[in-house]
């Protein structure tokens, strides 16, 4: 069974700080997503990352793949208060047609 | 452009009753699914229709039976509701599957079944 864990399920944090949400995966894949959710809505795509060793950044959050050791990580730069939300990471394994998403990680940044 | 849409955006329902959860999409994709959301539990995985005409079971199927209706609408019926089926059920499309496509979200169906 495919299983996708993430880390921490919870984190609260200062405005200003730095903090990295991580992603395992227990399936060959380069194919990771990331997307953000606040309460009561949708979720939105964040970041696709497509091979070994693929990083995005947009604003304060840079994402990367490493498909060697099936991990994923989420970095928050200078936290602000806007950046409060779910995050959620999904996996789309070689075979088969479907996302496989992680519990999510619940960000709190505390002004 | 309104991307994926879903109706209703609440419902309540009494064990045993039906219901047709509506998903439709304005962009042009082939393939469409359906989650749930439960706490605690990310996303799952109840049906996908990887193209117009097909349908695939996902990680929970059961309960649940879904029509591609064609290519815009993609819709979920829960014959017989049970308080299990409480939880936030979410649409998505993507440009197609087994690639590199990213899934867009609609805005979600709270259902509270009683």
């Known amino acids: 069974e495919l299983k996708v864990e993430q880390n921490p399920l919870f984190l609260s944090m200062q405005e200003g700080k730095n903090y990295t949400i991580y992603c395992n995966y227990s399936?060959?894949?380069?194919?990771l997503y990331w997307y953000r959710q606040d309460p009561g809505k949708s979720l939105e795509s964040l970041f696709v990352?497509?091979?070994?060793?693929a990083v995005k950044q947009e604003g304060r959050l840079m994402a990367s793949l490493d498909t060697k050791a099936r991990l994923s990580t989420l970095h928050i730069t200078a936290a602000v208060h806007d950046l409060s939300a779910t995050y959620f990471c999904?996996?789309?394994?070689?075979?088969?047609?479907?996302?496989?998403f992680g519990t999510g990680t619940s960000l709190t940044v505390i002004p | 452009n309104a991307g994926v849409t879903q109706t209703p955006k609440f419902q309540v329902l009494k064990t045993g009753q039906s219901m047709t959860l509506q998903c439709a999409q304005d962009?042009?994709?082939?393939?469409m699914y359906w989650y749930r959301q439960d706490p605690g539990m990310g996303l799952r995985l109840i049906y996908y229709?990887?193209?117009?005409?097909?349908?695939d079971k996902g990680e929970v199927p059961n309960g649940y039976n879904v029509s591609r209706l064609n290519k815009r609408e993609f819709s979920l019926r829960l014959e017989s509701a049970a308080p299990s089926q409480t939880s936030v059920y979410f649409c998505?499309?993507?440009?197609?599957?087994?690639?590199?496509?990213?899934?867009?979200f609609g805005p979600g169906t709270r259902l509270t079944v009683t």
């Open positions: 998505a499309s993507s440009r197609g599957t087994g690639k590199t496509y990213e899934q867009y």
């Open positions: 399936t060959t894949s380069d194919r």
């Open positions: 990352l497509l091979s070994n060793g």
């Open positions: 999904a996996v789309d394994p070689y075979t088969g047609n479907q996302f496989y």
């Open positions: 962009m042009n994709h082939n393939s």
């Open positions: 229709s990887a193209s117009e005409g097909t349908t």
